[in-house]
């Protein structure tokens, strides 16, 4: 249950007046120069704009009581809904009841609230203060009052129950936190580390190196039934993507034993799964049945308080507009590799750099005053720019510097909270910087494939009879003990398909990428096949890609020998490590080999498993269009971080290698600490 903070009177403080008059005086400069510059909007001095500043706080606070009665009935869109309309007529009302001031119209109210909300996001900008910490003031002067009652009615000064709040930074590697420390961008960790209260440890982000994956294992302990970003799952007949809702809620159901990670009264908040919390706000696998979204009241404090959502708003058209600024400027200094940052992406980084940020922000902090005694929330802002600029690069550092003044935040709500809470900042995976796979080739993968199967495809079929195989064919051949593939081969009794209606409206081939992972499935053909199936039915396929020289290794499963990983002038057996010719999974790290039979037996993994090659700097080369990657091995992307409370120590010497071994540590944790039995 969560822990329940006693309400004594609300007695404000001068620190609460100071922040009162603070958020007045910036109110009324906002609205005063918006109606300044707003044609069919007038006043007759200061006075009147500062009256329509007290008058839209006034109205906020009569109402809002209210609205949360209302956003129990209608959920997250509908408080969302309400919200937008309570700020609309309140500012309204103001406007036009106000002496002194004059509308209009609605259109003029509008324009009002939108430019002071902008020039109010200015001038937080130039003064320096934290992008997000606007969505917080009535929280934390609400947990300060709260304090305040604890300590007059006799409560211990400092709380004894403890909580755990976990912070993921979507896509963090080891080596780009030490890089954003060591340049000043993380001041909120930095003091952590500098004063002894964290320590900083990395662990082993296995593939595939992707949040689905990785949030499996870091909220159930379970991330075996997840392959891939999205993978063919033969017994379902169709491609499975975990982040749409019906497909999260799929796998959720897989990796799920009623006994996640936030089972016992925690709180899952922007996460793909839920860890099985009982509340459950913007969660994947609860969206589809709109549980996902949570309920009204906790969306209601965001969306309804005066400004907030429009500052939000305002600021994430000026997030858009700096992406196309540092696109341009990329294309303009020529920076290699890049790729193009232009479409939904930009609508994209604005939402997710601001809107969702400070919504999870306020979320986070809510249920922190609240007590809730386990809460995990995931922050994608890195991730999402790393992707499209790359994971060193200014403005993925910048991003990053935005979710350290985010800790910073939520630093200052559990202090004033009624739990002593540990803060963990966890990463779910690195990036990799590289080229992509196109741009090295001049194809996709998929098309790649094609090519080498002679599937017919009027824009993409070519002939490749000139390719050299180089030693791969021979290296082939003595492993599947037989002479070299004939064109035409019948498959055995075992695997004949005879094909049906069903079977016809079925792909021949599934390719799919999920960073610098790919996989090749065959969905007419039952089960997974093996190396010397593919081998008689399509000869030229393994030969020809690992002749690519952006691939590194190509991996099936073998009739008698197990998985093997084969590159373009040796292979290596996964199940003993035994070598032939040139050893190709050095490139991969200390774990190569067994993150890669790990992956080879999993359910769903394709028919062919395809890894790009890394070169010596650590670069891949994504088969999608990122120049910024994870989803496989290879360079930061498997440098996951965990910086965790000092007097929360490691339970183990061993280096945490996966998911699950995390997980583990966070339960223990939880344990330690009395919130989970």
Known sequence: MPHLVRRGPLVPTLRDLADAGWGLLTTSLGLGAAIAVVDGATADGPLPVMLVAVAVSTGDLLLRPGLRLLALGVGAV???VAGLVVQMLIAWAALALVPGIGVSDWRAVLAVVVVASAIMALGRWLVGANDSSYVLGDILRRARSHERAREREGEAAL????????????????????????????PTMARWLRDGNHLLTPWWSRVPSTTPAA???????????VPA????????GRLVVANRPQDSALVESRVSDGNGLLAHGGA???????????????????????GGLGPGPSFLRFFASPFVLSRALSRSLVEMLKELYQGRRQRVRQVVPRVRRRGWYVVLRGISNVLLRDLNVSLVAEHLVRGTPAIYVNL???DEIAHHAGPSR????????????????????????GRAYRIVVLSDHGQSLGATFRQMEGADLATVCRRLLQVPDSESVEASEGEAWGPVNTLLTTLLNTRPARRTVVVGPDRHLPETAATARLPELAVIASGNLGMVWFPRLPGRLTLEEIHELWPRL???????????????????????AIGVSGLCLLRDGTVEGDDPLPQYGPHGREDLLRLAGLANTGDLVIVSSVDPSGQVHAFEEQVGSHGGIGGQQNEAVLLHPADLPLDRRAPLVGAETVHEQLVAWMRQLGVRP
Not at 215 to 225: E, M
Not at 399 to 406: F, Q
Not at 557 to 564: A, I, K
């Open 78 to 80: 509908g408080a969302m």
């Open 159 to 186: 709380p004894t129950e403890a909580g755990l709040l976990v912070v993921q930074l979507d896509g963090l590697s080891h080596t780009a936190l030490r890089q954003a420390i060591e340049g000043g961008l993380a």
């Open 215 to 225: 949030q499996a294992g870091l909220l159930h302990g379970n991330s075996h039934p």
């Open 229 to 236: 970003f999205r993978w063919w799952d033969k017994d379902l």
């Open 268 to 290: 899952a908040i922007s996460t793909m799964f839920s860890g099985d919390a009982p509340t459950r706000l913007l969660v994947m696998s609860a969206a589809g049945s709109g």
């Open 380 to 382: 994608v802002d890195y």
């Open 394 to 417: 200014p403005e993925a550092l910048r991003a990053l510097e935005g979710l350290d003044g985010v800790l910073g935040l939520l630093e200052q709500v559990v202090r004033a909270s």
């Open 542 to 564: 393994v030969p020809g890609l690992v002749n690519r020289r952006s691939i590194g290794v190509v991996i099936a499963e073998t009739e008698s020998r197990g998985p093997v």
